[in-house]
């Protein structure tokens, strides 16, 4: 039977094809992309724990990696504007739980590890869903297809760095 972690994996995975069909370019489309590798580390370690010590660091490294690209690249241009400038406050303090349940995870006793990991799940789902539905489409509206484009190269140049340093 599927438990409410399952349930809200299952829903990020629409809202997230959702958020595309609305026309994300650039970086938007990019950062949109990673949510899915992530959403689906997410669900197949939930459906296999027995894979957490092959599964639990690549998961760590997409999803760190993704979060401090974010927070070099994107969010600095983002507090530029007075519409994107709360999102990108928003952004920082939900980066700042999710970092800690990471840590967290990386902490906890076997004991500990499957309410700690439901924790991220959640934190990260609610993340994804609010990027995808706001912050995505207010930024492309405010800084448009070339900025978005501009953004997309240096965050990607950024997540592979931090991959190699996560």
């Known amino acids: 039977m599927p438990t409410r972690v399952d349930a809200i994996l299952a829903r990020t995975a629409g809202k997230a094809k ?83 349940l990471v840590d967290d995870l990386d902490a906890a006793s076997s004991d500990d590890w499957d309410a700690t990991f439901d924790r991220l799940v959640e934190a990260v789902v609610r993340h994804v869903e609010e990027e995808e539905l706001v912050t995505f489409p207010t930024a492309l509206a405010v800084l448009g297809d070339k900025q978005a484009h501009d953004l997309d190269v240096r965050v990607r140049a950024a997540v592979r760095k931090f991959e190699e340093v996560v």
């Open 18 to 100: 959702a958020a595309r069909a609305r026309g994300l370019v650039g970086v938007w489309r990019t950062l949109a992309e990673q949510h899915d590798e992530v959403t689906a580390l997410l669900r197949r370690l939930r459906a296999n724990p027995e894979l957490q010590p092959e599964l639990w660091p690549a998961l760590r490294r997409e999803l760190l990696a993704h979060e401090r690209a974010e927070l070099r690249e994107v969010y600095p241009v983002l507090r530029g504007h007075e519409r994107t400038h709360a999102l990108a406050d928003h952004h920082d303090e939900e980066v700042t739980r999710i970092e800690q």
